[in-house]
């Protein structure tokens, strides 16, 4: 990786959810590209094996902060844990799903899929952005997905809360590019994660592109930051964003999720 990318989004990054998944994928990718990292996740043990692993194998520094990204309180504790530190990247990763009917979904469940992707990478961006703006370069990642480009039936607080994730960061790259921050969105398709696994379909839907490793993801990620306000992540999930927010129109595009999930699921 060239040098520009790590004097531009370097030296240090925050991954929020790093502990397994795409997020873990996002840590290894940044600390072979020479980056320290803060990690930070709820769960403690797999948290601290990520951290300890990357450091033994890319000699970097990595911290790992256990916290509730959801809570202001364990931003406030990550604030701290960064005060001195020259941040330059920072990915909001973390997210809560579950797929069921939405009058199936308790309101506790609907309340935390708010909580943790819409309210956390909100806070995230509130103390980040200017931190970022007054330093003059760097760059903001927020993890979005193809279920937040229209309306998802079977997934819709999720699918609501991505689409969230997606028009903030669009804002703000906007907002931010002419102070040198690059802000960017990633829609993800169906990656192979524990995230994903939990959930994983029962049958293949009609709109099922391939399923992606969380490595391919993340290195393509942040490669694409900079690029745009958002991204879609791989080139089969592209030609299905194209065919759902391009050609289809929204009332046939949300029919067409709606299918596909029920082919999964049903
Ligand atoms: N996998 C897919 O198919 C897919 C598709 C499209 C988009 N995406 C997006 O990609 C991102 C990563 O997905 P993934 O499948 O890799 O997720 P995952 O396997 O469920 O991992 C989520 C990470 O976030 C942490 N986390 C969750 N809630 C947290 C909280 N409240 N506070 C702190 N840490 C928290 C988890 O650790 P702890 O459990 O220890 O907290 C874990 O490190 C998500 O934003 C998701 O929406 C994924």
Same mark, same amino acid.
């Given at each position: 990786?060239?040098? %520009?990318? #790590?004097?531009? #989004?370097? =030296?240090?990054?925050?991954?929020? /959810?790093?502990?397994?998944?795409? !997020?873990?994928?996002?840590?290894?990718?940044?600390? $072979?590209?020479?980056? $320290?990292?803060?990690?930070?996740?709820?769960? *403690?043990?797999?948290?601290?094996?990520?951290?300890?692993?990357?450091?033994?194998?890319?000699?970097?520094?990595?911290?790992?902060?256990?916290? *509730?990204?959801?809570?202001?309180?364990?931003? @406030? @504790?990550?604030?701290?844990?960064?005060? *001195?530190? %020259?941040?330059?990247?920072?990915?909001?990763?973390?997210?809560?799903?579950?797929?069921?009917?939405?009058?199936?979904?308790?309101?506790?469940?609907?309340?935390?899929?708010?909580?943790?992707?819409?309210?956390?990478?909100?806070? #995230?961006?509130?103390?980040?952005?200017?931190?970022?703006?007054?330093?003059?370069?760097?760059?903001?990642?927020?993890?979005?997905?193809?279920?937040?480009?229209? /309306?998802?039936? $079977?997934?819709?607080?999720?699918?609501?809360?991505?689409?969230?994730?997606?028009?903030?960061?669009?804002?703000?790259?906007?907002?931010?590019?002419?102070?040198?921050?690059?802000?960017?969105?990633?829609?993800?398709?169906?990656?192979?994660?524990?995230?994903?696994?939990?959930?994983?379909?029962?049958?293949?839907?009609?709109?099922? =592109?391939?399923?992606? %490793? =969380?490595?391919?993801?993340?290195?393509?990620?942040? %490669?694409?930051?900079?690029? !745009? =306000?958002?991204?879609?992540? /791989? $080139?089969?999930?592209?030609?299905?964003?194209?065919?759902?927010?391009?050609?289809?129109?929204?009332?046939?595009?949300?029919?067409?999720?709606?299918?596909?999930?029920?082919?999964?699921?049903?």
């Amino acid at each position: 990786m060239s040098r %520009d990318y #790590f004097e531009r #989004f370097g =030296p240090w990054a925050i991954v929020a /959810g790093g502990s397994e998944g795409i !997020g873990a994928a996002f840590g290894e990718e940044l600390a $072979r590209r020479g980056f $320290r990292l803060i990690l930070v996740a709820e769960r *403690d043990q797999p948290l601290g094996d990520v951290a300890r692993r990357l450091s033994e194998t890319y000699a970097v520094e990595v911290r790992s902060l256990v916290i *509730d990204l959801a809570e202001l309180e364990g931003q @406030r @504790r990550l604030i701290e844990e960064a005060a *001195d530190l %020259d941040v330059g990247l920072g990915i909001y990763n973390a997210a809560f799903s579950e797929v069921t009917l939405f009058n199936e979904q308790s309101l506790q469940a609907k309340l935390r899929t708010l909580d943790v992707n819409a309210r956390g990478a909100l806070i #995230f961006a509130h103390w980040l952005a200017p931190r970022l703006q007054r330093r003059g370069r760097g760059g903001l990642l927020l993890m979005s997905s193809l279920a937040g480009l229209q /309306g998802t039936p $079977r997934v819709a607080s999720y699918a609501a809360t991505k689409a969230f994730d997606l028009v903030l960061a669009e804002s703000l790259w906007h907002e931010l590019k002419r102070d040198g921050v690059s802000v960017m969105a990633a829609c993800a398709g169906a990656t192979r994660t524990p995230g994903y696994t939990k959930t994983q379909p029962k049958h293949a839907g009609a709109l099922s =592109p391939p399923v992606m %490793d =969380p490595e391919a993801v993340a290195r393509e990620a942040l %490669d694409a930051l900079g690029s !745009g =306000p958002s991204y879609v992540v /791989g $080139r089969s999930n592209r030609l299905v964003a194209s065919l759902l927010t391009r050609l289809l129109g929204r009332r046939r595009a949300v029919a067409t999720m709606g299918r596909s999930m029920d082919e999964q699921y049903r």
